[in-house]
Structures are given as structure tokens and as C-alpha cells.
């Protein structure tokens, strides 16, 4: 920093020199010294042609530097565009909100009922997106959960596929039921339009047949009390068959996925 000061106006070294040396000869009187050899040096060691020269690179010195950072803003600034792109504004959303059945658990997603309804829509070049929000292993106080995060954005058609999980744990069915209301009351307190699908399902008597039973009429019950389209039971001509079922019994092949995909169809396109 010292070098450059005095390469731009010149030779200052002998003027910092004398001020040291008059502010410890003369401690009694400093200022009186100060001005005159520094005046002095000005005079006697001022290089215009070096002055001139060092404020020229300066100032291109500045210019590069202030390009160069525009251009990292401006590189900045594309990249978070890249990131963000823009989606169609009169694109209309689908959402399917579930558990694994809708997370096409061990196939791949494009294969499971939800991609395959996108293939669907694209087919008849329908302007919809299909927003899968399957999670395995999730049960409805889940879903209850995790819900705002997915309203974000208005679904102008919303699948509920959830309870699956509660049944085979053993859950209060009055805690389930609850959760599938305040999940429907939920989505239509924030966009009263958005039309409703509930998934109806059935599960194995592994906690016996009264709660098996009970499981199955609770669907209905609350697509009757909260007036949502009902698909009577999301895995008709699927469940139960071991060729259509992983080996897990519980989640479709692909050829189970595109049965699944037949039945839920003509719900969904009576909604569109």
C-alpha cells in the first residue's frame, strides 16, 4: 500500500523520513515541522508523468474490477433463473396425495398410477400436471402434517389416498377418520374450487374382522359427510393377487399399476 502511494505521486521516502525525524527531535513543536518538509517533498519529488501514468492504471485497475464483479452478478442471476424456470400460469395441477401405493413404491414412479396419468393427459394434449406426493410409510396424521407445504400451489383436482398405513398398524379408526376430514377441510378452506377424489381401501383381517370391516365403511361415511367423489376401492381386481403384487403382497407390479390406473381414469377425467 506504502509502495503504490508513492510510485503514483513519486519519491516520498525521504519525505516520511524527516517527519519522523522532526516529531522525535522536536517533540516540544511538532506541527511547525510537519508542514514544511512534507511541502518540501511535494515540491522537490512530484512526478507528473508518474502521476499521471498511476492514476491511469487506477482507474482502469477499478473499471476492470467493477466489470468483473457485474459479470458475476449477472452469472449469479442466470444461474438462479436456470434453477427457477418458469411454470405455464393457466397450467392446471393434479395431486395425488398418498402413501407408497401412490409413490409406486419399488417401481419406477413413471410406471405407478399417478405417472401413468400424466402419460394419459400428455396423450390427449390436456393442459395438466400431475404432482405426485406419495410417501412410504405414511399414514393419514402424516399427511395431515405435511399438507400446507403441498398447497402452495392451487390442485385443481386432489386424490386422497391415505389410511392404508393406519389400518395395517392398528389405529383408532376415529383417529384416521378425523385426519381424512381435516385433511378434505383443509384443502377446501384454502381453495374452496379444487375438486376432491377420496381412495377408498380395504386391508386383511390381521386385526380382526370387526376392525377390517370398519375400516372399509369409513371411506364412505366420509365421502358421504364431506360430499368428495369416492373411488369405491383403489386396488379392485388387484389386491390380493399375487402376480399382480410384489412379493412384499402389498404393492402392485407395473401390470398391477396400469389396472389401478383403469379404475381411477374415469373418476379423474369426469373431474377435468
Not at 511538532?30 to 514544511?36: A, K
Request: hydrophobic share 40%; proline share 6%.
Amino acid at each position: 500500500m506504502c509502495y503504490a502511494f508513492c510510485h503514483c505521486f513519486g519519491d516520498f521516502k525521504l519525505s516520511f523520513v524527516k517527519l519522523y525525524y522532526y516529531r522525535t527531535f522536536y517533540p516540544e513543536n511538532p506541527f511547525g515541522y510537519i508542514v514544511l518538509p512534507f511541502t518540501l517533498a511535494i515540491t522537490m519529488h512530484f512526478n507528473p508523468n508518474r502521476f499521471f501514468s498511476s492514476v491511469f492504471v487506477l482507474f482502469f485497475g477499478l473499471a476492470l474490477v467493477s466489470c468483473s464483479e457485474k459479470k458475476v452478478e449477472t452469472t449469479q442471476a442466470e444461474a438462479i433463473s436456470a434453477k427457477t424456470p418458469e411454470s405455464k400460469s393457466d397450467e392446471k395441477i393434479i395431486l395425488f396425495y398418498g402413501n407408497s401405493l401412490t409413490a409406486a413404491y419399488g417401481i419406477d414412479p413413471e410406471d405407478g398410477f399417478a405417472g401413468l396419468t400424466q402419460q394419459r393427459i400428455d396423450s390427449l394434449g390436456m393442459n395438466y400436471k400431475v404432482i405426485n406426493g406419495g410417501l412410504s410409510g405414511e399414514t393419514t396424521a402424516g399427511g395431515l402434517s405435511r399438507l400446507d407445504w403441498f398447497l402452495e400451489d392451487k390442485p385443481d383436482v386432489f386424490v386422497l389416498e391415505l389410511g392404508g398405513n393406519d389400518g395395517l398398524r392398528g389405529i383408532n379408526l376415529t383417529e384416521t377418520k378425523s385426519n381424512l376430514i381435516k385433511i378434505i377441510e383443509k384443502v377446501r378452506s384454502k381453495y374452496p374450487d379444487t375438486k376432491i377424489i377420496l381412495a377408498g381401501m380395504q386391508i386383511p383381517p390381521n386385526m380382526g374382522q370387526e376392525y377390517a370391516s370398519e375400516f372399509t365403511a369409513m371411506y364412505p361415511a366420509v365421502a358421504e359427510e364431506k360430499d368428495v367423489t369416492l373411488i369405491p376401492f383403489l386396488l379392485e381386481n388387484v389386491g390380493g393377487i399375487p402376480e399382480l403384487n410384489l412379493p412384499d403382497g402389498i404393492h402392485p407390479t407395473e401390470e398391477g399399476h396400469q389396472i389401478v390406473f383403469e379404475t381411477i381414469w374415469p373418476y379423474i377425467e369426469n373431474k377435468m
